[in-house]
């Protein structure tokens, strides 16, 4: 039987890579829903290519244009943020890729996990914002979550045939971003095309920045913590700038497993997608002699604090990882629109994470508030760094 597959977020780097996957093998999945927030055009061809069941465009200003372009396809076409959470509970999906950008996939990402659907999970937001609730109503509803991230699919490949023994701890790789060299006042210089220039992967503009600014690591740290039910001790980062090794377990004889590659987005789509048969594929092979050194560090927190600041959040709980997200997509919409320097992000997001209401033990509405609140606060910080 095929899998057929809802994916949020297709017109996205993720998105569109898990097409290619799909495309490639048709004999295994079949495309049931595209999700789009504004690139109807891409939507469009995508929809002609793969002939969806249903499309959803999120903003509700680009329906009509979609339902005309779409006018001659036999598909279903919806509209709004209500139609995404409504898309994924149907019968006839199999697997939601999540590949929504920010907050924005936390909602729909939990109506599928309600409704019993397997979830390939690249936005890794979701779990920062919510992990308890999504990870409770998982076990819940007995659905699997198999994870994207290239480092959290490294983990889960390193745990496969080892559910009997335990972990004394993982790593977390990190290219260290474009500026991994840079010295503080350098750093305070750096400007929106600096940042967008990774040296090893190829990602939308969010993702890109908070790989520059370390963000996009700490996010994975706190991630690792619900994904594999780890205490914050028990995960640690390391710099290796190859991109090679994508992350490692090491167990409590001392043993380590780690899983390497070229860095290809792809193949943890893919191994997400099929879990847990492996498909062949025609991806590049790895050749050692290419890579003659594979280089290791220490990641320099004070240089690039978001890191730390993801780990305050981590051992804190509570609302502060939600509020330490919506904090950063503020802020980093705000550089984008060169409107904050490089160096403002963490001193923006350090400010809300002190100034935004703390809750210890929040349902779902109290995360609602949270990243509401947060949003209000560090815009109008925003604002006041801006005057001054």
């Not at 490639?24 to 969806?52: G, M």
């Not at 209500?82 to 019968?91: G, K």
């Not at 890794?124 to 409770?136: D, Y």
Request: aromatic letters at 6%; charged letters at 25%; a negative charge.
């Amino acid at each position: 039987m095929k899998k057929r597959i809802a994916i949020l977020g297709s017109t996205g780097s993720i998105g569109t890579q898990a097409l290619e996957v799909i495309e490639e093998n048709p004999e295994h999945f079949e495309v049931e829903v595209l999700t789009a927030n504004n690139n109807i055009d891409l939507l469009v061809e995508q929809t002609k290519k793969f002939q969806p069941n249903m499309v959803v465009v999120a903003n509700h200003c680009r329906y009509k244009a979609l339902c005309e372009a779409l006018k001659d396809e036999p598909v279903k076409i919806f509209a709004g943020k209500e139609a995404l959470e409504q898309v994924v509970q149907l019968e006839t999906v199999d697997v939601v890729v999540t590949a929504m950008v920010g907050y924005s996939g936390l909602l729909p990402t939990l109506k599928a996990i309600e409704a019993g659907k397997h979830i390939a999970l690249a936005n890794k937001e979701t779990l920062v914002v919510a992990g308890e609730i999504i990870t409770r109503e998982a076990v819940k509803n007995k659905v699997n979550i198999y994870p994207v991230d290239s480092e959290h699919s490294a983990i889960f490949q390193c745990l496969a045939g080892e559910h009997m023994n335990e972990i004394e701890k993982i790593y977390l790789t990190a290219s260290g971003g474009p500026f991994r060299s840079l010295t503080e006042e350098q750093l305070e210089k750096v400007t929106k095309a600096d940042a967008l220039k990774h040296p090893n992967w190829e990602m939308g503009a969010k993702i890109t920045i908070d790989s520059a600014s370390m963000m996009n690591k700490g996010f994975e740290v706190i991630e690792a913590k619900w994904l594999f039910d780890l205490k914050p001790e028990q995960i640690d980062v390391i710099v290796h700038p190859q991109s090679i090794v994508h992350s490692l377990v090491q167990f409590r004889d001392g043993s380590m497993k780690a899983q390497m590659g070229l860095p290809d987005m792809k193949l943890p789509i893919q191994y997400a997608l099929n879990f847990p048969k492996r498909l062949p594929s025609s991806f590049e092979r790895f050749n050692f002699l290419n890579y003659p050194k594979l280089t290791f560090e220490q990641p320099n927190t004070k240089k690039f604090r978001n890191l730390a600041l993801a780990y305050e959040a981590l051992e804190q709980g509570g609302n502060l990882p939600c509020i330490l997200n919506a904090a950063n997509e503020v802020v980093v919409q705000a550089f984008l629109k060169e409107k904050i320097r490089f160096v403002d992000m963490p001193d923006l997001v350090e400010a809300s994470m002190q100034q935004v209401t703390f809750i210890k033990n929040p349902v779902l509405d109290d995360y609602i508030q949270t990243d509401k609140e947060t949003r209000l606060l560090t815009s109008s910080l925003i604002k006041q760094r801006s005057k001054n």
